[in-house]
């Protein structure tokens, strides 16, 4: 079993709203299986004409659970206008016109004092660069990855922890907020 969460950025008009959680059963995920044999879930978003349960994130994503079948190359639309990465969390496979393969921290925590543990197996996110597909070859035992892509919010990014705000005013502003017990506003 996998579980994953989509943390969105949000414009500025929106960045203290209230938050908002979804939790979607694995039932309500519609799915599409390609002639090749590809496998799509669509959770948010849409693709080959199904429409994910998802819906009203600011960046419109489109997130996609695909699996593709050993050895097999695979070519998938993704808007031009649209960020794309790709997690790979089952079986290996390269993608083209893609960064290197970034290895990402797994949920396993070290002691504090030691440094962070990273899992370079098939826990993996590539970036992709623009165009209007992206294009996986799938090893011999397939693979499966999120593909998650969305509209670019285009403002500045101040992060912290837990935090994303636009500048490093409004991001220290909230972590004191967060430190006192005020930064949740509901309303």
Sequence with gaps: MHGFQLWANLPASLKMTDPRYQDIPSS????VTDDDGTH???VCGEFWGKKGPIEGVAADPNYLDISVAPNQRKRLKVETTRNAFAYVFAGSGTFRDASNPQAVLTEQ????????????GNHSLV?????????VQAGPEGIR????SGRPIEEPVAWYGPI???TQEQLRKAMAELQDGTFIRHG
Excluded at 109 to 120: G, R, S
Excluded at 127 to 135: K, Q, S, Y
Excluded at 145 to 148: E, M
């Design 40 to 42: 799509v879930r669509v």
């Design 164 to 166: 994303v705000m636009n």
């Design 28 to 31: 309500a995920i519609p799915e």
């Design 145 to 148: 990855f999120l593909l998650v």
């Design 109 to 120: 925590v070290a002691k504090p004092e030691a440094a962070p543990l990273y899992d370079i």
């Design 127 to 135: 970036l992709f660069d623009r165009g209007d597909e992206i294009t």
